[in-house]
């Protein structure tokens, strides 16, 4: 089991959003650790990717499953800029791997028939 990495930022306290959202350093953290977190999330079977810690105080930045594919193609996004064609694919193996998995609890309802054949 991966240990999420600690991010370690210098007056938190005074961090707008707009400075956090601008940050390179932020942006290569997120990249490199979403695609990680959640492949290890989907073979512990977990609601939460953990992506990192905050300054060591046990508050992590999580990503819920129901998200997993947007993070999985915003990481996408950057990696094709730096033209990482491999990570691109296994990013895209992992999208794929979330969008066949079956949801619990959901049940397949039968479509109508109409004049004997099914819509």
């Given at each position: 089991m991966r240990?999420?990495?600690?991010?370690?930022?210098?007056?938190?306290?005074?961090l707008t959003p707009e400075q956090?959202?601008?940050?390179?350093i932020l942006k290569q953290l997120v990249k490199k650790h979403v695609p990680l977190a959640v492949e290890e999330?989907?073979?512990?079977?977990?609601?939460?990717?953990?992506?990192?810690?905050i300054n060591d105080s046990g508050q992590y930045i999580e990503v819920h499953k129901n998200?997993?594919?947007?993070a999985l193609e915003t990481c996408l996004v950057w990696y094709v800029e730096d033209e990482d064609y491999e990570?691109?694919?296994?990013?895209?193996?992992?999208?794929?791997?979330?969008?066949?998995k079956p949801k619990p609890g959901k049940i397949e309802v039968p479509k109508k028939k109409k004049h004997g054949k099914r819509i």
């Open positions: 240990k999420p990495v600690r991010a370690l930022f210098d007056n938190l306290d005074l956090i959202s601008k940050s390179d999330a989907i073979v512990d079977k977990k609601i939460y990717a953990s992506l990192f810690e998200h997993w594919v947007q990570m691109c694919t296994h990013i895209k193996n992992l999208i794929q791997t979330i969008q066949e």
